[in-house]
């Protein structure tokens, strides 16, 4: 019977050492916010930005299988790029939105830079189905120079029983209006 106690105790101290793991995925190896690292603490002043764009980035939290009924859940990863290699980007939204048309998540309060040659990564985990098969981001660019040309993308993952898994990209579109 001690031995029991025992065991139950020491089981739900790993179980609770465990569940106290940070579950954010965008928490890097050093124990940084990806996207925080990059956030500054001013507003841009839009009269020295040359280059503005809005891009729609299409992602896909879960695809149908066989049947419509069936879907796979994917995790996403949204990908941005600053592919200059000696002006900053800055990125002043990034807004998730599911199926409907609806705001899921506003991932961002304040403006992020990124430098020349950076890239910022933000995952959509597996298990998160809020966006649906239809969820999409917006992302509002910005630079000093008007030559810019940054990549957004979105890669998705996911399995489909017996080891097999799948990966697709998917592009961000300016649907800024000209």
Do not use: W
């Not at 002006?87 to 309060?109: A, M, P």
């Not at 985990?125 to 969820?135: I, N, P, R």
């Amino acid at each position: 019977m001690n031995k029991l106690i025992k065991f139950t105790i020491l089981l739900f101290t790993i179980f609770s050492i465990l569940s106290c793991e940070n579950q954010n995925p965008n928490i890097n190896n050093t124990g940084k916010d990806e996207l925080k690292s990059h956030e500054i603490n001013h507003p841009i002043n839009k009269g020295e930005m040359k280059y503005n764009d809005i891009i729609y980035v299409p992602i896909y939290s879960d695809i149908y299988v066989n049947k419509q009924t069936q879907k796979n859940l994917l995790a996403a990863t949204l990908s941005i790029r600053n592919t200059s290699h000696s002006d900053s980007l800055f990125v002043s939204k990034i807004d998730y939105f599911n199926t409907e048309g609806n705001l899921v998540r506003n991932y961002i309060k304040n403006p992020i830079s990124l430098p020349p040659m950076g890239t910022i990564n933000y995952v959509i985990e597996k298990d998160d189905d809020t966006g649906g098969a239809g969820a999409n981001f917006i992302v509002e660019l910005s630079a000093t120079k008007e030559k810019i040309k940054p990549l957004i993308q979105a890669i998705m993952i996911g399995e489909n029983g017996n080891n097999q898994s799948f990966a697709f990209s998917t592009d961000g579109y300016s649907v800024k209006e000209k």
